[in-house]
């Protein structure tokens, strides 16, 4: 017994003294010292991604455009066009979901969106395409106010992304075509200005300082209308899905719909629009582009149409040679669109 606990003590003598000796090396001078702020720093420095596609276009991968309290950082993918020591006009893609789903790096059938974005780019623009928050993680008017950070956040690291401030297009499918009309339509609507934290940075003060709006826009069969949006109860507003997105108890008020819908905000000074829609939308009707049309042109604004036949949704047809045909039209038509808007 008295040996064991001779051996006891040994050990626990020989704990103390690594604690001991350990304490005693805290104050030694690090080999390379990290830069400390003056307060608590809420950014992201892990080293961004960056890939190489072809014709010169590099991507820079999950950007953080957006820190809120009690929400996930909000990040864009940014494609930078081989001229780097020009600016060039910014283009903005928001994916498609119902707002409940998606990420920035998808779009309809295209196996490879980033690719498609990297091709613009190689035309002579700065593209981005952006996360944000769905609406499981907050109502409207997050997503659009994200939208917007997004276009602020581009245009004050404009120098660094080799932006043209004064050229912007937004462009978005499905429920990225809401977001893209509505953020085209509202650049001067506070209710839907992004929030600027209590107490934010000076960073985050100059960012909030930049314009949101746009000379531009793109929707691929776009839902523009709420209140024509199928309501499965009967009740106005009652679709599952915008009662999430609208955070409505039961069916959601003609007032609600209104605010959140593109075609309430549509007026003379409208930036020009590029409307894609399948005819055989089974989805989103393809009145949504069809009157939304009507009501551009009625208030003196244009808006340009291409009703694809015999497709639904995501420009699907009959066969994979008819939804492949559908999808190079839209996207064919769209470059064009942009080109002819910025480079006439």
């Not at 001991?20 to 990290?34: H, N, Q, V």
């Not at 003379?268 to 939304?292: C, E, I, M, R, W």
């Not at 047809?317 to 808007?341: N, Q, V």
Request: a neutral charge; hydrophobic letters at 45%; glycine letters at 8%.
């Amino acid at each position: 017994m008295l040996k064991i606990s001779a051996l006891i003590a040994l050990v626990s003598f020989c704990a103390l003294d690594a604690m001991t000796s350990s304490a005693t090396d805290i104050g030694k001078p690090l080999a390379k010292e990290p830069k400390i702020d003056a307060t608590a720093f809420l950014g992201d420095r892990y080293p961004i991604r960056r890939t190489t596609f072809p014709q010169g276009v590099v991507g820079l991968a999950d950007v953080t455009y957006e820190i809120l309290p009690g929400f996930r950082p909000m990040t864009l993918d940014v494609y930078l066009a081989s001229d780097r020591k020009s600016l060039h006009p910014l283009v903005l893609y928001i994916h498609g979901g119902g707002w409940i789903s998606g990420h920035s790096r998808q779009s309809g059938a295209f196996d490879d969106f980033p690719r498609v974005l990297a091709g613009l780019a190689s035309r002579g623009y700065t593209v981005a395409s952006l996360n944000y928050r769905l609406s499981s993680e907050a109502p409207f008017p997050a997503a659009i106010q994200d939208v917007k950070a997004a276009i602020k956040f581009l245009r004050a690291h404009g120098d660094e992304y080799g932006i043209d401030k004064s050229k912007g297009l937004v462009w978005g499918g499905s429920a990225g075509g809401h977001l893209a009309a509505l953020a085209a339509l509202t650049c001067d609507v506070k209710e839907l200005e992004p929030v600027v934290p209590a107490g934010a940075s000076p960073e985050a003060l100059r960012v909030a300082e930049q314009s949101d709006c746009v000379q531009a826009a793109v929707t691929w069969y776009g839902v523009l209308d709420l209140s024509r949006m199928p309501n499965p109860t009967g009740a106005s507003g009652a679709n599952p899905t915008i009662r999430q997105f609208l955070n409505c108890a039961d069916s959601c008020p003609k007032k609600s719909l209104e605010a959140a819908s593109p075609v309430s905000y549509v007026t003379a000074n409208a930036p020009p629009f590029l409307l894609v829609h399948g005819a055989a939308d089974k989805t989103v009707d393809p009145v949504q582009s069809t009157h939304f049309r009507q009501v551009m042109e009625h208030a003196g604004a244009r808006a340009e149409l291409l009703m694809i036949p015999a497709v639904d949704h995501s420009f699907i047809g009959a066969t994979p040679e008819a939804t492949r045909d559908a999808s190079l039209l839209a996207l064919r038509s769209t470059f064009g669109f942009i080109d002819a808007a910025f480079k006439p």
